[in-house]
């Protein structure tokens, strides 16, 4: 299985509690993962089909 890491830093989320993880609103396709401290900041992510979410 494939580790999990955030859309946005690439941190890893195995042992990342408060991480999320949900279908591109745009694509509908590809999963987008954020680490609990992208989530708390904001941070910006770009799925692979070039959406940008906050
Ligand atoms: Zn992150
Ligand atoms: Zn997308």
């Known amino acids: 299985m494939a580790e999990r890491r955030c859309t946005s830093c690439n941190a890893s989320l ?4 408060s991480s999320t993880g949900f279908k591109c609103p745009e694509c509908s396709k590809e999963d987008v993962l954020r680490c609990g401290k992208c989530r708390k900041l904001g941070t910006k992510y770009i799925c692979k089909c070039g959406f940008e979410g906050p």
């Open 14 to 17: 195995t042992n990342d509690m």
